[in-house]
Nanobody
Framework: QVQLVESGGGLVQPGGSLRLSCAAS????????MGWYRQGPGKQRELVAR???????NYANSVKGRFTISRDNAKNTVYLQMNSLKPEDTAVYYC?????????WGQGTQVTVSS
């Protein structure tokens, strides 16, 4: 059984930082395209950052220069380092693993940026 478990969300002030983690079981993350998505209040789910098997990454324009996605193959975990957080980053953040017809999602972790 495949499980993706996110952690690291919480309440942070504008300008602060958080690091989200996505720990996988049942799959080897390095064999998948791993993405972080978010869904803010009243908004559609959107891709925030992605890292593919060869290590290449891409980011949404709104987070470029502030967020960094990385992968620890030994821990089978993907991270999202979020710096200079803004109120508009408030959302539920989801981890996704995708390969061919396989598509797995975590349960999400809430990030709230507010003073």
């Amino acid at each position: 059984q495949v499980q993706l478990v996110e952690s690291g969300g919480g309440l942070v002030q504008p300008g602060g930082s958080l690091r989200l983690s996505c720990a996988a079981s049942g799959i080897i993350l390095s064999n998948y395209a791993m993405g972080w998505y978010r869904q803010g209040p009243g908004k559609q789910r959107e891709l925030v950052a992605r890292i593919i098997s060869d290590g290449n990454t891409n980011y949404a324009n709104s987070v470029k220069g502030r967020f960094t996605i990385s992968r620890d193959n030994a821990k089978n975990t993907v991270y999202l380092q979020m710096n200079s957080l803004k109120p508009e980053d408030t959302a539920v953040y989801y981890c996704n693993a995708a390969k061919f017809l396989y598509d797995y999602w975590g349960q999400g972790t809430q990030v709230t940026v507010s003073s």
